[in-house]
């Protein structure tokens, strides 16, 4: 009786057209019955918790100057897509896969976490893609760069002071 009723629901959801818009829609929209909004809501009673929030927005700190402290306070910093540990995008996996094999500490940012961060990091840089790599405060490049870098053995250069004052710590 389970399977015959699984089936029929199956057949039922299946025999459903599937909904694909094209339409850049601002506000709110009806569609299926269902309500859709694509704007922070400023409902009074909705509770400031559930309220979407910028924290660095509400901060006094400028995105600007976020990037300048990550530069200036890590030896290896790389703005990317995903996380060192969990890349979300091929070319930032390549990257990190590279500086990985020099042990040296590494830090990161997610862009993918915040349109306006990435948009400061390519102000900062005036580089339009990503990853970006930043060694000692100087920007060395993206994935093709760091690449070509470690093949040439003028990253493992680069990073060997980084590299032997890790190791002392």
């Known amino acids: 009786m389970a399977r015959l009723l699984s089936n029929a ?3 039922g959801i299946a025999s459903l057209p599937t909904v694909r818009s094209s339409r850049n829609v601002l ?5 299926n019955g269902l309500k859709y909004s694509t704007t922070v809501p400023s409902d ?16 006094a700190v400028s995105l600007k100057d976020v990037v300048e402290q990550d530069v200036k306070e890590n ?4 703005y990317m897509k995903g996380v060192p540990d969990f890349p979300q995008c091929g070319f930032s996996s390549l990257a990190v896969r590279v500086l990985k094999q020099y042990n040296i500490p590494l830090s990161a940012r997610n862009i ?3 349109p306006e961060l990435k948009s400061a990091v390519k102000a900062f840089s005036h580089w339009p893609t990503f990853p970006q790599i930043f060694v000692r405060g100087e920007f060395v490049g993206g994935s093709d760069i760091i690449l070509n870098m470690h093949q040439t053995g003028e990253l493992k250069e ?5 590299a032997a004052s890790s190791k002392s710590e």
Do not use: A, C, W
Request: proline share 8%; glycine share 2%.
């Open 9 to 11: 629901m199956f057949k």
């Open 27 to 31: 506000g709110s929209f009806y569609e």
């Open 44 to 59: 009074p009673d909705t509770h400031e918790d559930f309220r979407p929030t910028n924290k660095v927005q509400d901060s």
């Open 75 to 78: 030896p290896v910093m790389i």
């Open 112 to 114: 993918l976490e915040d």
């Open 158 to 162: 680069k990073l060997k002071d980084i």
